[in-house]
């Protein structure tokens, strides 16, 4: 690669940075919907016709700063699980971890995780692209229960007889190997999880739970249950 070459592709790493960024502060300020490619480059100095060789609509940028965030969150839930399973931690342990890494992550990022766990941005329908980095998490999730039950530690839900042809379409596509009433059990924990931080985020806990962060450790062990995940030994 070229000096001048080299030197072109930093300066468009950094000005992508500098629109991300100016981007991520108009989401704190007034919301993803009101979310403007004129108002970025007009804070950053740019003209528009410049700042569309970087993202073409409103959509691209959008779905920019929606990747960043899940990478983000599932590095962050990444990172606190491979420390709990190198101090050798139970499922049940690894588990909370990642639990609590997600609340700290929405806690420290609440507008970025507004924007990916929020209200839906009018006019706007996310890429596929976005999928593989959304999943970041729950797939560190069905690994923990994969884990406890390759290991002969899971402690199988029962039965819902009700919803078996469901269960076992379910499992077939996002976790062959596991009982398809654990795979049901861990799609409703994951939908939980993130409600019981979307509560706390949002303000629903406000003038109910005060020990917010031992009512969290309280409530995630109990969705690790309901998965079949128990307290023990590692």
Known sequence: MST????????RIEVTAA??????????????????????????????SALYRYFPSRDDLLTALII???DSLGERAEAAHEAAAGAEASP?????????????????????????YGSPVPGYTAPDVTVPVAAR????????ARDAHQGRALDRPGPADDL?????????????????????????????????????????????????ETFFRHAVGQLARGVGLVPGPR
């Open 4 to 11: 001048a070459h080299g030197a072109r592709a930093r300066a």
């Open 19 to 48: 629109i991300k960024d100016e981007a991520r502060r108009q989401l704190a300020a007034q919301g993803a919907a009101r979310l403007s490619l004129r108002a970025v480059s007009r804070e950053l100095g740019m003209v528009s």
């Open 68 to 70: 960043d965030a899940y």
């Open 92 to 116: 049940f342990e690894r588990w909370i971890t990642v639990c609590e890494a997600v609340r700290g992550w929405a806690l420290d990022h609440p507008h970025e995780y507004a924007l990916i």
């Open 137 to 144: 998490v729950g797939l560190l999730l069905i690994g923990i």
């Open 164 to 212: 078996r042809p469901e269960a076992e379409r379910m499992a077939a596509e996002l976790a062959p190997d596991l009982p398809p009433e654990v795979v049901t059990a861990l799609v409703a924990a994951w939908a939980q999880l993130y409600g019981l931080v979307g509560f706390e985020l949002f303000g629903q806990f406000n003038r109910v739970v005060e020990d917010r």
